[in-house]
């Protein structure tokens, strides 16, 4: 070692022993430190507010469901080919967690809420039901609520609607919904014994307010910029819908694709919540092609919060690509 080089050297330990030293006056990397910063238990809050066109839109959340090991619901996939695909994307292995991203958008003069949660079911456990909860934290009345739009009448969309007491969380909303999801939905033998807990919950919400319902058709633009899309496989009436605002658009994709890497990288996956499987596999390809290749952004129920990104194509399937939050505007 060189003069110069044990000159340096030495400096350097000075350095070292003077920040050293100065950290423990101003109270920096010390244990006593750490234990004197307490930080809160709970997360931020859960809704995340943007602008389309001239629209408001804000997403809330109802809470996460928890599907467990993803075999059950991923049809068709050997436990390699999903632990691969899951690992790539540095997922978990062992447990499916779905979100569930409310939208709620002011456009055209109208307040119009897209899907509506759980409610008060407990099937997923206990940390789904948090609508009312974000709504209220996002500043948001329930009572300014004009539209609820369902994109079908699943036990995990349509909850909502009514309150544990049987009163209307949404007093002054109009329901949309295609008449096709409604009427089978709300038939207990259409259902079936084996999902009687999706029929109690569709018959619970839907039926009181039939007289406030309107059914949707195919290419409808039923509100101010929104058009509904059907999508049909999921459910017999899966519907999604397009936003659009001043040049601005956004489809709002409901469950078209329930995961953003199982049902995208090998989109002919079937889902075990699918009615029809394989026709749901075939909307979801045909869907995610014309999304892509308008390069429209999408807003997916069950993705990663707040579920809004862009799809692509990548090799025979797709990939989920998440836009950044914007969590402060930028002017000029």
């Given at each position: 070692?060189?003069?110069?080089?044990?000159?340096?050297?030495?400096?350097?330990?000075?350095?070292?022993?003077?920040?050293?030293?100065?950290?423990?006056?101003?109270?920096?990397?010390?244990?006593?430190a750490e234990a004197r910063v307490q930080m809160p238990a709970a997360q931020a809050p859960y809704y995340y507010r943007f602008k389309l066109g001239d629209a408001q839109a804000t997403v809330v959340s109802d809470g996460i469901l928890p599907l467990g090991a993803p075999g059950g619901a991923f049809l068709g996939l050997s436990k390699e080919d999903i632990d691969r695909q899951l690992t790539e994307n540095f997922l978990p292995t062992n447990n499916i967690v779905l979100e569930q991203n409310i939208l709620v958008v002011t456009i055209?003069?109208?307040?119009?809420?897209?899907?509506?949660?759980?409610?008060?079911?407990?099937?997923?456990?206990?940390t789904p039901g948090k609508l009312m909860k974000t709504l209220k934290a996002a500043g948001i009345d329930p009572a300014g609520i004009d539209a609820i739009v369902l994109s079908h009448a699943h036990i995990d969309h349509c909850g909502g609607i009514m309150s544990e007491r049987g009163t209307r969380n949404f007093p002054n909303a109009r329901i949309y919904i295609s008449k096709t999801d409604f009427d089978y939905w709300t038939n207990e033998a259409t259902v079936g014994p084996k999902l009687k807990a999706f029929y109690d919950q569709a018959h619970k919400n839907l039926s009181p307010n039939k007289d406030r319902i309107h059914f949707i058709k195919d290419h409808e633009e039923f509100l101010p910029g929104i058009t509904a899309m059907t999508a049909a496989g999921h459910t017999v009436g899966h519907t999604v819908f397009m936003i659009n605002s001043?040049?601005?658009?956004?489809?709002?994709?409901?469950?078209?694709?329930?995961?953003p890497v199982l049902l995208m990288e090998k989109p002919l996956t079937e889902f075990a919540y699918d009615t029809d499987p394989?026709?749901?596999?075939?909307?979801?390809?045909?869907?995610?092609?014309?999304?892509?290749?308008?390069?429209?952004?999408?807003?997916?129920?069950?993705?990663?919060?707040?579920?809004?990104?862009?799809?692509?194509?990548?090799?025979?399937?797709?990939?989920?690509?998440p836009a950044p939050m914007e969590m402060m505007t930028v002017s000029g």
């Amino acid at each position: 070692m060189t003069h110069l080089d044990l000159t340096l050297a030495r400096r350097g330990l000075i350095a070292g022993g003077t920040f050293a030293a100065a950290s423990g006056l101003l109270g920096f990397g010390t244990r006593d430190a750490e234990a004197r910063v307490q930080m809160p238990a709970a997360q931020a809050p859960y809704y995340y507010r943007f602008k389309l066109g001239d629209a408001q839109a804000t997403v809330v959340s109802d809470g996460i469901l928890p599907l467990g090991a993803p075999g059950g619901a991923f049809l068709g996939l050997s436990k390699e080919d999903i632990d691969r695909q899951l690992t790539e994307n540095f997922l978990p292995t062992n447990n499916i967690v779905l979100e569930q991203n409310i939208l709620v958008v002011t456009i055209g003069g109208k307040t119009a809420l897209f899907d509506t949660g759980m409610g008060s079911v407990k099937a997923f456990g206990s940390t789904p039901g948090k609508l009312m909860k974000t709504l209220k934290a996002a500043g948001i009345d329930p009572a300014g609520i004009d539209a609820i739009v369902l994109s079908h009448a699943h036990i995990d969309h349509c909850g909502g609607i009514m309150s544990e007491r049987g009163t209307r969380n949404f007093p002054n909303a109009r329901i949309y919904i295609s008449k096709t999801d409604f009427d089978y939905w709300t038939n207990e033998a259409t259902v079936g014994p084996k999902l009687k807990a999706f029929y109690d919950q569709a018959h619970k919400n839907l039926s009181p307010n039939k007289d406030r319902i309107h059914f949707i058709k195919d290419h409808e633009e039923f509100l101010p910029g929104i058009t509904a899309m059907t999508a049909a496989g999921h459910t017999v009436g899966h519907t999604v819908f397009m936003i659009n605002s001043a040049g601005k658009s956004l489809c709002y994709i409901g469950d078209l694709t329930h995961h953003p890497v199982l049902l995208m990288e090998k989109p002919l996956t079937e889902f075990a919540y699918d009615t029809d499987p394989k026709q749901s596999a075939l909307t979801r390809v045909r869907v995610l092609n014309m999304l892509a290749a308008n390069r429209i952004p999408v807003l997916a129920y069950h993705f990663a919060w707040p579920g809004i990104g862009n799809v692509v194509k990548f090799n025979d399937g797709f990939r989920y690509l998440p836009a950044p939050m914007e969590m402060m505007t930028v002017s000029g």
